[in-house]
């Protein structure tokens, strides 16, 4: 069974950037069909930001992050990352990295994601 663990996240200046790692152990992400982020406000449920296939590296946005957030794994299949640009306070939220062996057109379903993280906090503020 694999353990993900999140880092890199902060307080941020509206505009500004942040990098966000996700580490396995255990398991490589090559045991798994996808590799997801999702953020979590209070009282709210988890949102859907991007997600990265193992076969293909394929990439999966939210519309409201497309063009300023970028997915991408490196080549030991044990670290996801979330390269976030251009933060908006409306991007506050815990950040969770998941993995998953659902099929490719549930990868936006978070109910699905077999292992999650324990999440880190990114706070933009304007």
């Known amino acids: 069974q694999v353990q993900l663990v999140e880092s890199g996240g902060g307080l941020v200046q509206a505009g500004g950037s942040l990098r966000l790692s996700c580490g396995a152990s255990?398991?490589?992400?090559?045991?798994?069909?996808?590799v997801g982020w999702f953020r979590q406000v209070p009282e709210s449920e988890r949102e859907f930001v991007a997600a990265?296939?193992?076969?293909?590296?394929?990439?999966y946005y939210a519309n409201s992050v497309k063009g300023r957030f970028t997915i991408s794994a490196d080549n030991a299949e044990t670290m996801v990352f979330l390269e976030m640009n251009a933060l908006k306070p409306e991007d506050t939220a815990i950040y969770f990295c998941?993995?998953?062996?659902?099929?490719?057109?549930?990868?936006?379903?978070?109910?699905?994601?077999?292992?999650w993280g324990q999440g880190t906090q990114v706070t933009v503020f304007s």
């Open positions: 998941a993995a998953g062996s659902q099929p490719l057109g549930s990868i936006r379903v978070a109910d699905l994601y077999k292992h």
């Open positions: 255990g398991r490589t992400f090559s045991s798994y069909t996808v």
């Open positions: 990265i296939t193992q076969s293909g590296g394929s990439t």
